[in-house]
């Protein structure tokens, strides 16, 4: 496959192939998504990443239906994910509701304990820059949900932190959804897989001009990586000195062929938050109203 015809689909059930309690049903272009997960993984133990949140997003245009996708708990305050999470990546619709669930380990059934927060309107904010002019932007493919109060103190625990150098070295993704490109059955548990981060090299010469190292990392051990269903989840690394995950990368698409999302091959794609400080920052760190700032390791 050449530069040229390396095509990828985003991570997230959502847009094309939305769902409601009781059926799968196409919003736009069914071949554009899919739902699938964690490749090559295995089920964490309950109480592991904890700062992980599932989100289901709502959209005006599509009453009835929501889509799937993950996030982190980045202060006592927002969350992080991808653009395409929140919003429409061809229509440009941004989800008017977001129901953000924290302390989720199974989703089916969701868990008893789950806490939920709904979240609407302004408190949805994808990067403004990630829909413009008819077209979405991968490289701005990151978004914040404000929830609607401070979490408790007794919740600090959740609150993940991001990682401020570049990363090249061996992450841990972390999502819910399928266990292939091809399946159908969804993931009741939490999942989680190991793989190396590539080189500048190495990732643009699988795709081209479809791939951004200044903002963006991928993945490129096959049959090791995420897949639809994984978007807007972190992936983290494991500092062993310190005993801390930090977050180096937002899930946000895979290659693709006809449509059909490729997962076993690798070379996933993600956002690196790093390279949107100023604008987390600019957007999140809400001293005034109680909120904290995000946690900025170099570790």
């Known amino acids: 496959m050449s530069k040229s ?9 959502a847009s094309a192939c939305l769902i409601n309690a009781n059926s799968v049903a196409n919003r736009s272009d069914a071949d554009d998504e899919g739902i699938d997960e964690i490749i090559g993984g295995t089920t ?3 109480g592991q990443h904890q700062y992980m949140a599932y989100l289901r997003s709502f959209y005006a245009s599509s009453p009835g239906f929501y889509s799937v996708c993950g996030g982190t708990v980045i202060s006592n305050r927002y969350i992080l994910t991808a653009a395409h999470c929140v919003q429409d990546h061809k229509t440009g619709e941004i989800a008017n509701k977001v129901e953000v669930r924290l302390k989720v380990y199974t989703i089916d059934p969701m868990d008893s304990s789950a806490k939920l927060i709904t979240v609407t309107g302004s408190s949805i904010k994808p990067h403004p820059a990630y829909f413009s002019n008819g077209a979405s932007n991968s490289i701005y493919d990151i978004a914040l949900i404000k929830m609607t109060a401070n979490l408790p103190t007794s919740d600090y625990y959740l609150i993940g932190k991001l990682y401020m150098p570049d990363y090249q070295d061996t992450v841990t993704a972390v999502g819910w ?8 059955t969804v993931s009741p548990t939490l999942q989680q897989v190991d793989f190396k981060i590539g080189a500048k090299e190495e ?22 990586s995420v897949c ?20 180096v990368g937002i899930s946000s ?14 070379y996933a794609v993600f956002t690196r938050p790093s390279a949107h400080r100023d604008w987390i920052n600019a957007n999140s760190c809400l001293l005034a109203d109680g909120g904290l700032c995000a946690n900025w390791y170099y570790v």
């Not at 015809?5 to 059930?13: A, D, P, T, W």
């Not at 959804?177 to 159908?184: E, I, L, Q, Y």
């Not at 639809?228 to 977050?247: K, L």
């Not at 698409?253 to 690798?266: D, H, I, M, R, T």
């Open 5 to 13: 015809q390396v095509h990828y689909v985003l991570l997230v059930l």
């Open 44 to 46: 964490v133990a309950r």
């Open 177 to 184: 959804g399928h266990t292939s490109s091809t399946s159908t």
């Open 203 to 224: 990732c643009t010469s699988f795709w081209g001009s479809n791939y951004h190292h200044e903002y963006q990392m991928c993945g490129i051990i096959p049959g090791k």
């Open 228 to 247: 639809s269903g994984d978007s807007g989840g972190p992936i983290v690394r494991y500092s062993s000195g310190y005993q801390i995950y930090t977050q």
């Open 253 to 266: 698409f895979v290659p693709a062929s006809n449509g059909q999302a490729l997962c076993e091959k690798g």
